[in-house]
């Protein structure tokens, strides 16, 4: 399986950005069941989780981007989305999606730069 992000880019403070991920190679079988997050870095930060959505479609978010982040899937497609809104400079990262588990090797994710 591989992790294909995108959608990311150069926007201004209070602008939007709408983030998808792939799981090339996965089946339905091997998608669905997965809990998936979005995760992002920072340069000279750590790898820090934004947001979760279980099988059951549950969502959770840190605490910076609550209200404004919003976390999707679509078995069907193997396809997991994040849609920003609101961004603020803070929110600058190479953005990546993994399982909660971490149990994929991680794509080359997809970079978010907010200018303020």
């Known amino acids: 399986v591989r992790l294909v992000e995108s959608g990311g880019g150069l926007v201004p403070a209070g602008g939007s950005l709408r983030l998808r991920c792939v799981a090339s190679?996965?089946?339905?079988?091997?998608?669905?069941?997965?809990?998936w997050g979005w995760y992002r870095q920072a340069p000279g930060k750590p790898r820090e989780l934004v947001a979760s959505i279980l099988s059951t479609k549950t969502t959770t978010y840190t605490d910076s981007v609550k209200g404004r982040f919003t976390i999707s899937r679509d078995n069907s497609q193997k396809k997991v989305y994040l849609q920003m809104n609101s961004l603020k400079p803070e929110d600058t990262a190479v953005y990546y999606c993994?399982?909660?588990?971490?149990?994929?090797?991680w794509g080359q994710g997809t970079q978010v730069t907010v200018s303020s």
């Open positions: 190679g996965s089946i339905f079988s091997v998608f669905a069941p997965k809990d």
């Open positions: 993994n399982t909660l588990e971490q149990s994929l090797d």
